[in-house]
């Protein structure tokens, strides 16, 4: 069974950091792991990702500079440092995985929530 548990959410200031633990399993070869996030009364978006090979990532223009993406593959786990934290961060926080074959983010975590205040 497929599982993606998220961990490290929590209540920040704002330009205090966070990082968030996404351990997947279930084994399944994944081509990406993302981080995507949904505030209250607005649609879920795309933060950032992770080719589970290469490495190779991708990020929302509104947190490139300020959060890293990054994988431990002994550790089938993903992380999202989130640096300079601001209000507008504030959100819930889903981790998903892509399998190969597939074009879209399939598997969902349960999410965490992730508060700045200012």
């Known amino acids: 069974q497929v599982q993606l548990v998220e961990s490290g959410g929590g209540l920040v200031q704002a330009g205090d950091s966070l990082r968030l633990s996404c351990t997947a399993s279930?084994?399944?070869?994944?081509?990406?792991v993302g981080w995507f996030r949904q505030a209250p009364g607005k649609e879920r978006d795309f933060v950032a990702g992770?080719?589970?090979?290469?490495?190779?990532?991708d990020y929302a223009d509104s947190v490139k500079a300020r959060f890293t993406i990054s994988r431990d593959i002994a550790k089938n786990t993903v992380y999202l440092q989130m640096d300079n934290m601001k209000p507008e961060d504030t959100a819930i926080y889903y981790c998903?995985?892509?399998?190969?074959?597939?074009?879209?983010?399939?598997?969902w975590g349960q999410g965490t929530q992730v508060t700045v205040s200012s």
């Open positions: 998903a995985a892509r399998p190969y074959g597939l074009s879209q983010y399939t598997y």
């Open positions: 279930g084994g399944i070869f994944w081509y990406a």
């Open positions: 992770i080719t589970w090979r290469s490495g190779s990532t």
